[in-house]
């Protein structure tokens, strides 16, 4: 039996994974339960499967939460509740489904108390991969990739030569506006963006496959999950999200997994690993059915934020912080309707554009830096 903790558990990979969880009692038990504020979907989760501990973003959510609870969890608020509920001795394993850079500091924690990780806030290894890579060493913890790509490539290097490996070939479905050339996605609105051609998905990672930066951060997550230079991490687009991901050998032998788009078969890979189970809760992939598989090449003019994210990848440093903690706030920005859909890269590359880079930096400084750039982003949207 498997002890869970699952972190924004309310979300599109908290919700998938607690039909995992419900689907395999036998294998799975939710032992605790964070979410931020979303009470309504909380709810019947929380009295389904009746986890012992519960974390929520703060006070009013906390009190509010209380008064509905037909049983007596441990209930607490805030970021050192989320920092406990991922370390606590009845715990065996952590889903990370928290959204942003936010899940940094329980990632920590859930390694230093050596629990095992299935991760899918790629943020957090955006803004502190070499912070997160080397504790998780250091602790001998495995990160188990969530994100599809990322599991596909994990599946594609079981029993594989690190050394071999001459090149990472992550697909991207390309998104909202893949048909869009640059001059159509004046005007786009929030409504369209959000309309993804094959993945149901929370708002912020949809808002990233329209823009491409969803990629990019996926390219990053790729280098600190598998340790592989930014040289040999690939982009291509694939309309149908069939191949999840590939990987090339010395030999020119291409490992590709493939499947139905749908989460919950990586989140259970994760949750599982290293074994397999049953998976009935959607269609299997049938190739004849699909018919054709379209590729294409990646364009950086097209798309730069995934231009900037290799930039901020290779210089490393400070950078992919700026990176992530500006598009989390155009994203917010946008999503509110406050600057349009191409103000979100322009944004991002001015933060990038006027850093002075700091190597190595540590977690204090990643903290504060993160604070300052989401400041400065709202700032110059709002002073206009
Ligand atoms: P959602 O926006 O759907 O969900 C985010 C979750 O995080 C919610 O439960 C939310 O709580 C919670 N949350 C947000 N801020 C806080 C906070 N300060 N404290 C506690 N909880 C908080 O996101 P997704 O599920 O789409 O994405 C989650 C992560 O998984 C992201 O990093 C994303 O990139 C990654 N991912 C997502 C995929 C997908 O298909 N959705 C695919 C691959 C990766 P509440 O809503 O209750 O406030
Ligand atoms: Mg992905």
Redesign the pocket.
Known sequence: MKRITL????????LQTVDIIKRHPEQFQLVGF?????ID??LPVIENLKPKYIVV?NRETFTKLNNKLSYSPTINFGMEA?NEIVSLPDIDLVVN????S??LQPTLEAIRAKKQIAF????TLVTAGHIVMKEAKENRVDLLP???EHAAIHQCLKGENHDEIKKIILTASGGSFRDKTRDQLIGVTKHDALKHPN?S?????TI?SATMM?KGLEVIEAHWLFDTPYDQIDVILHNESVIHSMVEFADQSVMAQLGTPD?RIPIQYALTYPERSDFTLSEALDLVKVGQLNFREMSFDRFPCLRMAYEAGRMGGSLPTVLNAANEEAVKLFLQDKITFLEIEELIEKEMETHSVIQDPDLDTIFELDQEIRKRVSYAVLKR
């Open positions: 972190l924004g558990g309310t979300g599109s990979i908290g964070a979410f931020g504020t979303n979907k909380a973003q989320l489904a928290v959204l942003g936010v899940g899918a806030n790629k943020e969530v994100d599809s993945w998905m929370g708002a912020k990672i990233d969803n989460m």
